[in-house]
């Protein structure tokens, strides 16, 4: 006999998360009740309350199609309607063995229930094997809409039988529920992974493996200019750019403590000639290196050193995800070697001045500041220096306070050897990623025994901080893909100007109207398919191309081109001198398409 156990709610008194999961578990009820319908064999999974909605496992004997989808979204509805009461109640083991013999995934949840523990919950004619957390009936389940399926395996696990698992997403009110919608279509219309294959920027191979990314032309345009600009920006600042190995003893990284604190994170060891070497997770013992190099005198410092340097991470193959976290990458790195902590405060409020400088250039805005602190519970994952830890958060903080920048703290999310401030990106995929970061060290000073000559004549140990301004040149032209939907300002489109002659006539002042842009360095390309000028220009619109110069008999005779800019439309005809001198300009001003 099942005993009825009183699970009645007042909705309105709980948090609103708390609200959610509920409307969402109970929906999850509600489609496992229409699957039946359909499928009166299903065999039942799970339906627990995800982040956006909720879902439900089930063995099916097809594949569900999105029909299958409408009508079960219709069924659910007219469960909803009927606002059903969710009755809960305990039964015995025997009664559940009974009940759910049929039901090889819920016997096997049973398998894990002790008896007097195991309940149910009931709703019309369904009822499931259920710890509870519902709302009172089915009227109560708010707003939601079946979205997708996927394959799941039962218990995570590859060994056991896969599964359809069907998604939905509720929400508490219709215009949450569009606004979700719209979000997830925004994400979907900009994802870098989706644009980025279409402008022939990046592709990622099977071949090369995961999170090894290979850069198109394309892609290596916008790189370069990203690269040019930013080394000039650093050589007008003091720094002086270097080049370093990609691979190093592994000795190198025992002594710096990336072996110890960092090694997960490693490539493993190649051996050869009785040497192990790895491939660098970071640039900073390489910088180390050309610092000790020479010793230096207190009146050299601040010493700058930068490099587009190569990284190599093991990231966890879960979060490998297009060109925003990769294995090997490329960072806008620098490291700021300081006589003290004056000086550190003063080179930290400098790099954060050209990062703001850099990020309007590029017209970023959604980012905020975070003070990313260590955890001195956590003795693996950070060096263990109280003091040192100590030193490095109050001259951050001071740093932040002073320029009166808005931040807020994070434990658990320093570099190793030390705390850091991370600029905070919100991404169109809705997710917070870090971009610059600033991190002030004292521990490798320490642990390669850096010195350099005082004023008193006297040996002393500098502090360094390390810095990224445009993060990795991966996750920044994610990124940036995304911002601009890839219409990318000017001077960084990997082309810039498409010549359409509209006749094989015309072919011989396109390219004369090409050279006179390539002269300035332009990036132009003549497009002398044999193909209708209305595809020529649907095709560079495709390619999200600034310019486009059409050139017949009457721009050939006037020295002119028929001009489109993307996103304005025509512009009739325009001197060809002009055309050059505005996309030059623009070019050179980098104003923002
Ligand atoms: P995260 O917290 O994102 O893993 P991290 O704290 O390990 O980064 P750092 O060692 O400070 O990062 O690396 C410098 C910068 O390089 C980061 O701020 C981030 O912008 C970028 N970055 C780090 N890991 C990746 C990656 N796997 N793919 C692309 N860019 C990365
Ligand atoms: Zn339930
Ligand atoms: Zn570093």
Redesign the pocket.
């Known amino acids: 006999m099942a005993t009825p156990i009183e699970s009645r709610v007042d909705l309105a008194a709980l948090p609103k998360e708390e609200r959610l999961a509920r409307m969402r578990h109970s929906a999850a009820h509600v489609l496992a009740e229409a699957m039946l319908e359909l499928f009166p064999d299903a065999e039942l999974g799970i339906g627990p309350p995800i982040d956006t909605g909720f879902y439900y496992d089930f063995r099916l004997p097809r594949s569900l199609t999105p029909e299958d989808l409408a009508w079960l979204e219709n069924r659910m509805r007219e469960s909803v309607a009927r606002k059903l009461p969710f009755q809960m109640a305990s039964i015995s083991r025997d009664e559940a063995l009974e009940r759910w013999k049929n039901q090889p995934f819920k016997l096997d949840l049973l398998r894990d229930l002790e008896d007097g523990a195991i309940t149910q919950c009931t709703h019309g004619s369904f009822t499931d094997l259920c710890k509870g957390g519902h709302v009172n009936h089915t009227g109560e389940i708010g707003a939601f809409k079946l979205t997708s399926v996927a394959g799941a395996y039962w218990r995570g696990s590859e060994k056991n039988p896969q599964l359809q698992r069907v998604y939905g997403a509720l929400f508490e009110t219709e215009e949450e529920l569009d606004e979700y919608q719209r979000q997830l279509e925004e994400a979907r219309r900009r994802d870098h992974r989706r644009i980025g294959k279409e402008l022939k920027i990046f592709e990622l191979f099977d071949e090369t493996g995961p999170g090894h990314v290979v850069w198109l032309p394309n892609g290596a345009t916008i790189r370069r200019e990203l690269q040019r600009w930013m080394e000039d920006l650093e050589l007008d600042r003091g720094y002086r750019h270097v080049v370093t190995p990609n691979v190093s003893k592994r000795q190198l990284y025992v002594k710096s403590g990336h072996w110890d604190h960092f090694h997960d994170a490693m490539y493993p060891v190649m051996e050869r000639e009785g040497e192990e070497y790895v491939l660098r997770p970071?640039n900073c013992p390489s910088h180390i290196m050309v610092f000790a190099s020479e010793l230096h005198s207190y009146r050299e410092f601040p010493i700058r050193i930068a490099e587009f340097g190569n990284m190599h991470?093991w990231?966890k193959s879960g979060q490998v995800t297009g060109m925003?976290?990769?294995?090997i990458?490329t960072?806008n790195d620098a490291h700021i070697f300081c006589t003290g902590p004056e000086m550190v405060e003063a080179e930290v409020e400098g790099v954060l001045q050209l990062m703001e400088h850099a990020y309007g250039v590029l017209g970023l805005q959604n980012y905020r500041y975070r003070l990313s602190l260590g955890d001195p519970d956590d003795k693996e994952k950070y060096v263990d220096n109280p003091e040192m830890w100590e030193k490095g958060e109050a001259l951050l903080r001071r740093v932040l306070d002073r320029l009166g920048l808005d931040y807020f703290p994070a434990k658990g999310?320093a570099?190793f050897y030390g705390p850091?401030i991370?600029v905070q990106f919100m991404t169109a995929q809705g997710k917070e990623?870090?971009?610059?970061?600033i991190?002030v060290d004292f521990h490798f000073p320490r642990q390669f025994g850096l010195e350099y000559i005082g004023e008193d004549g006297s040996r002393r140990q500098p502090i360094i901080v390390h810095r990224?301004i445009i993060?990795?040149m991966?996750?920044m032209v994610a990124l940036l893909i995304e911002e601009y939907e890839g219409n990318f300002p000017l001077w960084l489109a990997p082309t810039q100007a498409v010549v359409i002659p509209i006749a094989d006539r015309h072919h011989a002042y396109a390219r004369d109207v090409a050279a006179a842009l390539r002269a300035h360095r332009l990036r132009v390309e003549v497009d002398d398919r044999n193909e209708r000028m209305n595809a020529k220009i649907r095709d560079a619109q495709l390619m999200k191309v600034p310019y486009m110069l059409i050139v017949g008999d009457r721009e050939a005779e006037a020295r002119a081109v028929s001009l489109r800019v993307r996103g304005e439309g025509d512009h009739g005809s325009v001197p060809l001198g002009a055309v050059v001198e505005r996309l030059r300009s623009e070019r050179d001003g980098r104003v923002l398409g």
């Open positions: 970071m991470r990231e925003s976290r990769v294995r990458m960072l999310e570099a850091k991370d990623e870090t971009l610059a970061t991190q990224g993060s990795t991966e996750r």
